[in-house]
């Protein structure tokens, strides 16, 4: 054991250690990199000056105070009736830590990354230089270098240590907070808090200094919250509160990837009231302390809090970590949008003079985010409310704005119900062409995939697209080409002469907006299953290879389509299926191929797949491949090959028979292999069903035998590494089990045998 004070500490090994002179001469910025990095915790240095100087957004001419920006409220404010904040800002000065704490702080820095110190010696040390701290907190943690130093700390100390550090500093945490370097200390002591909540015990301890800090924050939340730094801490401590770490969440800055799937169906999206974690420990009565005293605190300068991008972040977090609090959200809602509290009537919630502003609000980058939250998290009665009253007549105004679409687009993808589509679509359902000048591509897409989700307006959607990107001069084979680049398209003078551009990346929006197409009924998609089966050879082998058009494709042959139509288009990538197998996103679609094609063009596949085994064994995707293909199976038995091939086809067959949802008989016959998707109202039974169907047709157990024993079949996939090398050649499998047979046999007779043999010598 060891125990280190300011005074007793020696050095061990100096390999970042910098001189006092250096120090004072501002030489702080050339170390402290190696043991940082490994960490995580490195950070981009700035011009300016460390500490609080470095924050040059909030810096006075002395470098050494910190005052709230209003940048963002004076352009949202600019030509309004709108005035700034009159309060005094609080400013706190920063002292210079003397020389003597800065050596014991590189001395034990050195140490640490000397690796000498066993677990028990640093959390000891840990514990004493925090306790030498006392006092010098907010110097320590907002000086750049020594910060780094005081992470380590904090990470190594016991929670003892940890809460009276914090408690020390409670009163200067908002200031800390907002510091280039001090955020980073703020933000380690949450994450170790949060680590020190598996033990129950400890509870009132982490709550009582929780509690400080949030009183502090509270205090005067407005300058927190819009600097950049703390709006950062914040929203962990928001995290921690809840009782989520914000590693874990999605809720810091939510991929747009995942919006996105959501809003175009491409993922199933979280049902009302679940928000994505399961809260196991969290501290809700001070989380509803934090957020509502925060809101007080700023209500009167709601309008800045509305146009500050790191405001807005504060508040989209503390919406998603209240979803499915229905009641604190119709309370918090309105408040965000500028309503009084004074002027609300029961059962109402938004007041119709607030509307206007709201309306121009979202033209502003931060509140048209803030707005795309507020829609994904409100209430059914006050949604209905926003759809109503706030968007109501602007929706093509908003459609057109460079910010305000996505708030539309938001919008459309919530709405639940048909008189809510009937209202967007009486706005903007005639407007899909000059949305689409404008290039508001999203918008459409967001139209087309509640259309189909909700089952209204699909005709509709369907019609005025092709209206859209195809006069009555032109031939039908032309929809998809131009969807697919839709921006090229647009922006073209001559539209009359544009050609399919080979070599350019296929516009994301376009393919968003296929994909949903092709989830139409058939009858109601027939100029686009025309257009993508009437594509040159060359064309969709463009397509195939592109990232985003290989999608397309892959819907297409999803569709409810007719099978021969879906063939026509495979076949016109034969002799390119071992190029498309190689690449990780086109592989997919070469899959989607096998499965929609008949015995001749299966073969035509796993043929060109059979010369490129070794190289498809390297890829990620190659194995899968091979084994669901059987391409091993076909290059040394290939009439075996397709008489499994004939079984597995004749068992789907009999499955869809039994269990699919009606079609009609020259549906089911036309090739139950590529339409099964969409010959039954359970997907998720049919993917269950289709693994029991090929483990059947690999094996000698009955499918319909098995078929109602969940644990077998079960047993049966969780298996099916160990029997991969079964499943990819049956025949080595039988002959394997006649083998086990013979040698059963063997045995029990050689086992009789001597039994025998020593019966007759007793």
Not at 179 to 184: A, L, T, V
Not at 186 to 193: F, H, N, P
Request: glycine share 6%; with cysteine.
């Amino acid at each position: 054991m060891v125990s280190v004070g300011l005074k007793a500490l020696t050095s061990r090994r100096h390999r970042t250690f910098i001189s006092i002179e250096d120090r004072l001469m501002g030489e702080d910025k050339l170390t402290h990199k190696s043991g940082r990095r490994k960490n995580g915790m490195s950070r981009k240095a700035e011009k300016g000056g460390n500490g609080f100087d470095g924050n040059d957004a909030h810096k006075n001419v002395s470098g050494m105070t910190y005052g709230g920006t209003l940048s963002s409220y004076k352009k949202f404010s600019k030509n309004k009736n709108t005035s700034p904040r009159t309060t005094p800002q609080t400013s706190v000065i920063r002292k210079q830590v003397d020389p003597e704490t800065t050596k014991y702080f590189s001395e034990i820095a050195n140490l640490f990354e000397s690796n000498e110190a066993d677990f028990e010696e640093r959390s000891v040390i840990c514990g004493n230089a925090l306790e030498e701290a006392m006092g010098k907190e907010f110097e320590l943690a907002t000086d750049y270098i020594i910060s780094h130093t005081m992470q380590s700390l904090l990470e190594g100390c016991n929670v003892d240590h940890l809460c009276s550090f914090l408690h020390g500093c409670a009163k200067q945490f908002p200031f800390i907070a907002m510091d280039r370097s001090g955020s980073h200390v703020a933000e380690t002591a949450i994450k170790s808090l949060a680590m020190h909540l598996e033990d129950k015990d400890v509870y009132p301890l982490v709550e009582d200094t929780l509690t400080a800090i949030c009183k502090e924050i509270v205090a005067n939340p407005l300058d927190v919250m819009c600097n950049c730094y703390g709006s950062h801490v914040l929203r962990s401590l928001l995290h921690l509160c809840k009782g989520v770490t914000s590693d874990s969440s999605e809720f810091h800055t939510r991929k747009s990837s995942t919006v996105v799937a959501e809003r175009f169906n491409v993922k199933v999206p979280r049902s009302s009231g679940d928000s994505g974690f399961h809260n196991e420990r969290g501290f809700p009565e001070l989380l509803k302390l934090l957020v509502f005293g925060m809101l007080k605190g700023a209500r009167k300068d709601a309008r800045i809090l509305q146009v500050d991008q790191y405001g807005s972040l504060v508040l989209q977090t503390i919406l998603k970590l209240l979803v499915g609090q229905d009641d604190e959200l119709r309370h918090i809602i309105p408040i965000l949008l500028g309503c009084s509290e004074e002027e609300a009537v029961g059962g109402t919630f938004i007041q119709i003079s607030v509307v206007p502003d709201v309306v121009d609000l979202m033209k502003e980058t931060a509140f048209s985010h803030l707005m795309e939250v507020i829609l994904e998290v409100a209430p059914e009665d006050l949604f209905n409310e926003l759809c109503t009253k706030v968007f109501k007549n602007s929706l093509l105004e908003l459609s057109s704005d460079p910010c305000g679409n996505f708030a539309v687009q938001a919008l459309i993808s919530h709405i639940k119900y048909k008189d809510q589509m009937d209202l967007v679509w009486s706005e903007i359902g005639t407007k899909v062409r000059d949305l689409l000048e404008m290039g508001r591509s999203g918008v459409v897409a967001s139209l087309i995939a509640t259309s189909q989700r909700l089952q209204t307006h699909e005709l509709k959607c369907s019609e005025a697209l092709v209206r859209a990107v195809c006069s009555t001069d032109d031939s039908p084979r032309c929809i998809v080409p131009r969807i697919l680049f839709i921006d090229r398209y647009f922006s073209c003078e001559d539209k009359a002469k544009w050609d399919f551009p080979s070599g350019v990346k296929i516009h994301v929006m376009g393919s968003l907006i296929l994909q949903a197409v092709f989830r139409y009924r058939s009858e109601l998609i027939q100029p686009y299953i025309t257009s993508i089966t009437s594509m040159e050879a060359d064309h969709v082998l463009e397509v195939a290879k592109d990232s985003s058009g290989t999608r397309v494709i892959e819907a297409f042959l999803n569709s409810d389509a007719p099978a021969k139509l879906k063939r026509r288009l495979v076949m016109k990538l034969r002799g390119h299926f071992g190029e498309l197998s190689m690449l990780s996103s086109s592989s997919f679609t070469v899959e989607k191929c096998f499965n929609s094609s008949n015995m001749s063009l299966r073969e035509a596949i796993v043929s060109e797949l059979v010369d490129l085994q070794s190289d498809l064994s390297k890829t990620k995707q190659g194995p899968y491949l091979l084994r669901k293909f059987d391409v091993e199976g076909f290059a040394f038995r290939p009439d075996q090959w397709r008489s499994k091939q004939a079984s597995r086809e004749s068992t789907y067959k009999e499955f869809h028979d039994m269990f699919g949802s009606g079609k009609s008989k020259s549906q089911k016959t036309e090739g139950f292999l590529a339409d099964s998707s969409k010959h039954t109202s359970h997907p998720k039974d049919v993917k269950t069903m289709r693994k029991e169907i090929e483990h059947h047709t690999t094996s000698d157990v009955p499918f319909l035998a098995m078929s109602g024993f969940k644990g077998k079949s079960e047993k049966s996939n969780h298996g099916g590494k160990k029997h991969s090398r079964a499943f990819m050649d049956n025949d080595i499998s039988e002959g394997r089990t006649e083998k086990s047979k013979r040698k059963r046999n063997k045995d029990q007779s050689e086992n009789a045998a001597a039994a025998s043999k020593r019966k007759r010598k007793v």
